[in-house]
């Protein structure tokens, strides 16, 4: 019911001096682009293999000068598409465009390319060694003793799972690179729930539910904002259960003289509305109210 | 009635968002490259009233879906104005003239060091077999070596010189593009493994330098000194040179883990990062011209005077290049 947990909320400061919050970007997501963008890689490789077989197969002597552009293609590929897209997208690759999520400046600045190149280094550190010391370690270190073959293996694990075990989900590259991925913004502006109930409106709700300041004074902002989430997922038949439970509760706390039982969701939308403008308006002579829990004096 | 300020605040302001969100929308679709200019002129300003919106909205509005939506606006307005919008090839030519040649000069002692790591496993090499020749299989690996070893004839190896592993000339361009992409890799590696605190560096360019001294102490124990190192520099300069770069970023890395100095360690490592990567981007350029050199100008040209005359000739270009490009008058 909370929306998302602050513990991966991230407030970088703009060179203007306002402070943006970012969510970071979950270990599933960044995995799930990676793998997303290595598939885009790993296909287009193999084209280009299929084409260079393809042009082997009938030899010319032009045709080395073909197989020469293709090797260099691939290697460009595979070395480059990371970085170039990070760069020319500003921080998002096709398959983090995909999944939702961007890269960013850690220190709030632009998105340089000397951090995006640094970040996208390390890649081969973090994920190609790794694989290749757990599934073949004779090829990376010829006639390595197994006890060391193991340890690297180990290290090069440690090093991949690195994201895993601070709290910004940092890879390797990340801190090299200075960077961290969030989710890319995209918070949609919804109508205003307590528009019903102001007098500028042509056509206010007549039979609106009226409160007594003591009975809004029960609540602070962290409940009017979980109020608020309960109702914008509307009227549909999965919430009317949840609308109808918050409703009792607070009719029960607030002891609402009943006079007939209200309808819950307009019974939430007048309290919402209500409790919004009281909160506002102390918010205004500086009495900002967290919660409902008596402030520590 | 009620009066709510923060949907008076909206109701004032909400005209401007659209507008803001609008020219988002279409810079996501073509790039900021793709608005117009009047469009992009009016982006900044949309840029500031957003974020001076949200210090508004969170000091006077308690309609939570408001906040976030001018969080998300004001953060994708920022990635629009503070994002890259360098023409490609401005970047290039800004990258050749003077980023990488003084990220270089920024890495003066880590290359002097990475070049003694190499000297040293050349010299370490190059003592054990002319001691013993039978050592060198302990340098070298078979398939690298190709068959130039201690039991081959000094016919073979003087052949080994004048006609390439690649044979047919054909086949040249292929064979410096094979060249060029293994090389690179390699030294993006060791510059990534500086990461892990610098020692598979050394070790790295430690082992470059057993292989080169291996080879160089085979030929030169066969009366082949001149025709080999005629052989390898031409493309070898530029090459090492690159391998040696990448070390040097890799060790730069690994000192500001180690060493972090005035900064935190992690804004240290940041700051040097960024740096060295540039320096490691320039290398790969650097491997891609000695891949030319190795793959095409050496199987074509045979005569040691004029290997010679290019080996000096491209040391001479890169210290000219690193020493004086970029600097500020």
Redesign the interface.
């Known amino acids: 019911m909370i929306p998302s947990g602050a513990r991966r909320e991230r407030d970088l400061l703009t060179p203007e001096g306002v402070p943006l919050r970012f969510t970071l970007a979950g270990a599933g997501d960044r995995l799930g682009a990676f793998l997303i963008d290595l598939t885009f890689v790993s296909i287009s490789s193999a084209v280009l293999g299929v084409a260079m077989t393809t042009v082997l197969i009938g030899r010319d002597a032009f045709d080395h000068l073909v197989v020469a552009a293709i090797l260099l293609a691939s290697f460009l590929l595979r070395s480059f598409y990371f970085m170039w897209f990070e760069i020319r997208w500003q921080g998002q690759t096709p398959g983090k465009r995909l999944l939702g999520i961007r890269v960013i400046d850690a220190a709030g600045g632009p998105l340089t390319p000397q951090a995006v190149i640094a970040r996208n280094l390390l890649r081969d550190v973090e994920f190609f060694l790794p694989l290749s010391l757990v599934v073949a370690p004779q090829m990376v270190w010829p006639g390595a003793p197994a006890w060391a073959a193991e340890l690297a293996a180990l290290w090069a694990v440690a090093l991949a799972l690195l994201p895993l075990f601070n709290a910004d989900r940092l890879r390797p590259g990340d801190l090299v690179g200075g960077t961290l991925v969030v989710l890319a913004p995209r918070a949609l502006l919804l109508d205003d729930l307590g528009a019903h109930m102001v007098a500028e409106r042509a056509m206010p709700r007549p039979s609106a539910h009226a409160f007594t300041d003591e009975q809004l004074d029960v609540y602070g902002i962290y409940e009017l904002q979980t109020l608020e989430a309960v109702l914008r997922r509307g009227t549909g038949e999965a919430n009317r259960e949840a609308l109808g439970a918050v409703a009792e509760r607070i009719q029960r706390k607030i002891s609402w003289e009943a006079s007939g039982k209200p309808e819950a969701y307009w019974f939430l939308r007048d309290f919402y509305a209500a409790l919004r403008a009281r909160l506002e308006s102390r918010m205004l002579l500086g009495k900002r109210r967290e919660s409902k829990a008596p402030a520590p004096r | ?8 605040f ?2 004032e302001r ?1 005209r401007v ?2 507008e803001l ?1 609008d020219l988002l929308a279409r810079a996501d679709q073509r790039g900021v490259s793709g608005l117009s200019a009047q469009e992009l002129a009016r982006l900044p300003a949309l840029y ?1 009233s957003a ?2 919106s ?2 508004v909205a969170r ?8 906040v ?2 001018l ?6 307005a ?2 629009a104005v ?3 919008r360098q023409h490609l090839r401005d ?1 290039v030519r800004r990258f050749a003239a003077e980023r990488f040649p003084r990220a270089v000069r920024g890495l003066r002692a880590h290359l002097c060091l990475a070049a003694l790591f190499l000297a040293l496993g050349a010299a370490t090499a190059a003592v054990q077999v002319l001691d013993d020749p039978e050592r060198f299989h302990a340098f070298v ?1 078979d398939d690298y070596a190709q068959g130039r070893d201690p039991s081959s004839t000094t016919e073979e190896l003087r052949a080994a010189l004048e006609h390439d592993a690649g044979g047919a000339e ?5 064979f ?3 060249l ?2 293994h090389n ?2 390699i030294g ?2 060791s ?3 500086g ?2 605190a610098g020692v598979p560096v050394f070790l790295l360019t430690f082992m470059n330098g057993l292989i080169l001294g291996a080879f160089a102490a085979l030929y030169g124990s066969r009366g082949l000194a001149l025709q080999f190192w005629g052989w390898l520099l031409p493309h070898g300069v530029t090459e090492i040179l690159a391998l040696l770069l990448c070390a040097a970023g890799g060790l730069a ?1 690994a000192e500001s883990l180690v060493f972090p100095g005035r900064h935190t360690r ?2 240290n ?3 040097r ?6 320096v ?2 320039g290398a ?1 350029a650097m491997f891609l011209i000695a891949g030319c050199i190795e793959g095409v100008f050496r199987q074509l040209v045979h005569s040691t005077p004029i290997r010679y005359a290019v080996a000096l000739s491209s040391a001479a270009v890169w210290t000219l290049y690193f020493t004086r490009a970029g600097r500020k008058a």
């Open positions: 009635m009620l009066r709510l300020k923060s949907y008076e909206r109701r909400e968002w659209r969100e500031q974020l001076s949200l210090s000091a006077i509005s308690l309609d939570r879906n408001v976030d939506y969080d998300g606006l004001a953060a994708r920022h990635f503070y994002g890259v970047s690996a054909a086949q040249l361009a292929a410096s593009s094979f060029f992409s690179a890799r993006m590696l510059f990534a493994l990461f892990a890395l992690l804004r490592l940041a700051l990062g960024r740096e060295a990567g540039v490691v981007v790969v």
